[in-house]
């Protein structure tokens, strides 16, 4: 009998491991956790995601539904945008996305102060939210969103942006460069609703510091804060992007500078904080000297030598050394630098490096939030190389209605 006992535990011990290793297998793309209305954090279960090598709380059925929508958006955006969607998931509630309406945008942004810190990633995004907040009425936006035009995306695109500005928004002759406004100078409400973008478009040398963009955010008191600042800090060292010091010590020490906008969010009174996922990146798209690049770094990091370096990332490396000889305020190590060289490119390997760090730093965060809900904005899985131009390969100015609602519906879900 003891023998017995003995081998069925050794089978239901098997059983157990070999749920678990399949349980690892299940692929998410979402991490959230979520306080309650008394203050306390709700309990967390994590799950690994091996795609992304993070681990990702997963809470509801809305979880599992929203990596299922993005992926249903992503396959087919020009007929799938504007229609509605339900996920119907085995053993699981049904889950019902509605679609982008003048309903939706005030259930999400309704009597809200929302804040994005960004590169012109976010930027663009903003400026399409202002357009469709500013320029329609509410029947207006429904005229259009919820036309049953065969025209889908396309059509609605072209109603909401006949010239195909990329800088459409901003009404009544409002700036097109906005960052460094004060809360005082925010643009005017849409039914209360204040939307504001804070941050630096264009060239890698720009300004490292944040001061001035979190100086503004305690000033304004957000309800909603967006974060996403990653591309700027990605390079092709040596190959047509150079990086500052200040640059790289962001990325390496990427965890705390998170933990720096936790803590704000945790004063400032934020009740919702999304860390948005940097843009995909679109390698085939590049041209000319970032074409070559992306091949370089990419060829350099299946080409390793024995001592863990080759040419390019060597040359990188060494670019590196010279310029924090020069500034000793720094405290990077050789294996950090390394990394950084290696997997830090401005291509799609290194936007994935920076989004799974995300992830990753969400999932460790899990129910340690005071008060604030910290979650992940994923835009970067809608996204592909049919919506960017050539020579662009990292903005997606059609598919921003596309984004505009699942960051809607991620606000309504989330937000209490």
């Given at each position: 009998?003891?023998?017995f006992?003995?081998r069925?535990?050794?089978?239901?011990?098997?059983?157990l491991?070999?749920?678990?290793?399949?349980?690892?297998?299940?692929?998410?793309f979402?991490?959230?956790?979520?306080?309650?209305t008394?203050?306390?954090?709700?309990?967390?279960?994590?799950i690994?995601?091996?795609?992304?090598?993070?681990a990702?709380?997963?809470?509801?059925?809305f979880?599992?539904?929203?990596?299922?929508?993005?992926?249903?958006?992503?396959?087919?955006?020009?007929?799938?945008?504007?229609l509605?969607?339900?996920s119907?998931?085995?053993?699981?509630?049904?889950?019902?996305?509605?679609?982008?309406?003048?309903a939706l945008?005030?259930?999400?942004?309704?009597?809200?102060?929302?804040?994005?810190?960004?590169?012109?990633?976010?930027?663009y995004?903003?400026?399409?939210?202002?357009?469709?907040?500013?320029n329609?009425?509410?029947?207006?936006?429904?005229?259009?969103?919820l036309?049953?035009?065969?025209g889908?995306?396309?059509?609605?695109?072209?109603?909401?942006?006949?010239?195909?500005?990329?800088?459409?928004?901003?009404?009544?002759?409002?700036?097109?460069?906005?960052?460094?406004?004060?809360a005082?100078?925010?643009?005017?409400?849409?039914?209360?609703t204040?939307?504001?973008?804070?941050?630096?478009?264009?060239?890698?040398?720009?300004?490292?510091s944040?001061?001035?963009?979190?100086?503004?955010?305690?000033?304004?008191?957000?309800?909603v804060?967006?974060?996403?600042?990653?591309?700027?800090?990605?390079h092709f060292?040596?190959?047509?992007?150079?990086?500052?010091?200040?640059?790289?010590n962001?990325?390496?020490?990427?965890?705390?500078?998170?933990?720096g906008?936790?803590?704000?969010?945790?004063?400032?009174g934020?009740?919702?904080?999304?860390?948005?996922t940097?843009?995909?990146?679109?390698?085939?798209?590049y041209?000319?000297?970032?074409?070559?690049?992306?091949?370089?770094y990419?060829?350099?990091r299946?080409?390793?030598?024995e001592?863990?370096?080759?040419?390019?990332?060597?040359?990188?490396?060494?670019s590196?050394?010279?310029?924090?000889?020069?500034?000793?305020?720094?405290?990077?190590?050789?294996p950090?630098?390394?990394?950084?060289?290696?997997?830090?490119?401005?291509?799609e390997?290194?936007a994935?490096?920076?989004?799974?760090?995300?992830?990753?730093f969400?999932?460790?965060?899990?129910?340690e939030g005071?008060?604030?809900?910290?979650?992940?904005?994923?835009?970067?899985?809608?996204?592909?190389?049919?919506?960017t131009?050539?020579?662009?390969?990292?903005?997606?100015h059609d598919?921003?209605?596309?984004?505009?609602?699942?960051?809607?519906?991620?606000?309504?879900?989330?937000?209490?």
């Open positions: 009998m003891n023998n006992l003995h069925a535990c050794q089978v239901l011990a098997l059983a491991l070999l749920t678990i290793c399949t349980l690892s297998n299940n692929v998410f979402y991490a959230w956790s979520r306080t309650s008394n203050g306390e954090q709700g309990q967390t279960t994590v690994v995601d091996t795609t992304r090598g993070a990702a709380p997963m809470t509801s059925a979880d599992v539904a929203l990596k299922e929508f993005t992926q249903v958006l992503h396959k087919n955006p020009q007929d799938t945008a504007l509605p969607w339900t119907y998931l085995p053993d699981r509630e049904e889950v019902h996305f509605p679609v982008l309406s003048s945008i005030q259930a999400a942004f309704g009597n809200k102060k929302v804040a994005f810190v960004g590169d012109s990633t976010s930027y995004l903003v400026r399409w939210m202002q357009a469709l907040m500013l329609f009425t509410a029947q207006e936006q429904n005229a259009i969103l036309s049953n035009s065969s889908g995306l396309q059509e609605a695109n072209r109603r909401i942006n006949p010239s195909s500005d990329v800088n459409v928004g901003w009404a009544n002759g409002s700036p097109t460069i906005i960052q460094g406004k004060t005082a100078d925010s643009t005017r409400a849409f039914r209360d204040y939307i504001q973008w804070e941050g630096r478009r264009g060239g890698i040398m720009k300004s490292c944040y001061d001035a963009e979190w100086r503004h955010i305690r000033l304004q008191k957000p309800h804060l967006v974060v996403q600042v990653g591309l700027h800090w990605l060292e040596k190959a047509g992007r150079d990086a500052s010091s200040c640059y790289m962001h990325v390496v020490h990427y965890e705390e500078w998170l933990r906008i936790v803590t704000l969010a945790e004063q400032v934020i009740r919702l904080l999304l860390l948005k940097t843009n995909f990146v679109c390698d085939q798209n041209e000319g000297a970032y074409r070559r690049a992306a091949k370089d990419g060829k350099a299946q080409e390793m030598k001592d863990g370096t080759n040419n390019i990332i060597q040359q990188c490396i060494q590196f050394q010279v310029k924090l000889s020069n500034d000793s305020k720094y405290n990077i190590t050789a950090q630098l390394y990394r950084y060289c290696r997997d830090a490119t401005f291509d390997h290194g994935q490096h920076l989004n799974q760090r995300t992830f990753d969400v999932a460790k965060k899990g129910n005071k008060n604030v809900t910290i979650a992940i904005f994923n835009d970067h899985d809608l996204q592909s190389c049919d919506y131009a050539i020579g662009d390969g990292r903005h997606y598919l921003n209605l596309i984004r505009i609602r699942l960051l809607a519906i991620v606000i309504k879900e989330l937000f209490h």
